[in-house]
Structure formats: structure tokens, C-alpha cells
């Protein structure tokens, strides 16, 4: 059994930064890509980012292209997403997500096997 606890949201003004982190246990994180994904209230979750096992390859939405950063930190089984100069429509609630097995990078929420509570974001104008 996977579990994924996102942590790290909250208010902040627009322009501001958070950083949000998401802790897996149960099974190790390695060898499996990762994902971030936000949803607001009646619209469907959307993909933010994505990472592969190790790190080198990363995919982002172009909506937050160059303001959002993946990462990850293998040996301690946690995955972050550093959001800058946000906006107020970057509010949502953000969910980690991870695929099964030795899979790649992936953009849509049917890739993904595991998936956290969600961490909610809200940015003020």
C-alpha cells in the first residue's frame, strides 16, 4: 500500500511563493515518476508538473512554465513543487500523484496510480 500526504499550502498574496512537498511511505519512491495536479471546484483536475525517477526529465503545463519547479529527493521518499510570483487563478487545491512501476513522465490523471489528499492553495489579489 501506497500512501502520498501533500503538505505545504496555504494564502499567500499574488507574487508570493510556497512550496509544497509530498511524503510517500509504504513503498519507495524510486523508479517511479511523479506528478502534481490541481483541481478547483467543479473542473476537473489538470496537470502541473510532472518528474521523472530520477530526476532529469520534467514536463510542466504551460500555464506554469517558468514559475513552478518539480523536484524530488529520492532517500527521503518526498517530492516538492517550489510555486512562484503566483497568480490568483494558481488557486486550487494540489494534488501529488504517482504512476506504477518503471513508468515515464505523463500529463493526464488516468497515468497515475497513487494519489494524495491534496494541499489547498489560495492566492490573493
Known amino acids: 500500500q501506497v500512501q502520498l500526504v501533500e503538505s505545504g499550502g496555504g494564502l499567500v498574496q499574488a507574487g508570493g511563493s510556497l512550496r509544497l512537498s509530498c511524503v510517500a511511505s509504504?513503498?519507495?519512491?524510486?523508479?517511479?515518476?511523479m506528478g502534481w495536479f490541481r483541481q478547483t471546484p467543479g473542473n476537473e483536475r489538470e496537470f502541473v508538473a510532472s518528474?521523472?525517477?530520477?530526476?532529469?526529465?520534467?514536463r510542466y503545463a504551460d500555464s506554469v512554465k517558468g514559475r513552478f519547479t518539480i523536484s524530488r529527493d529520492n532517500a527521503k521518499n518526498t517530492v516538492y513543487l517550489q510555486l512562484n510570483n503566483l497568480k490568483p487563478e494558481d488557486t486550487a487545491i494540489y494534488f501529488c500523484?504517482?504512476?506504477?512501476?518503471?513508468?515515464?513522465?505523463?500529463?493526464?490523471?488516468?497515468?497515475?496510480?497513487?494519489w494524495g489528499q491534496g494541499t489547498q492553495v489560495t492566492v490573493s489579489s
Open positions: 500523484a504517482r504512476r506504477s512501476g518503471y513508468a515515464a513522465i505523463a500529463t493526464m490523471t488516468y497515468e497515475y496510480t497513487y
Open positions: 518528474i521523472s525517477w530520477t530526476g532529469a526529465n520534467t
Open positions: 509504504g513503498r519507495t519512491l524510486s523508479y517511479s515518476a
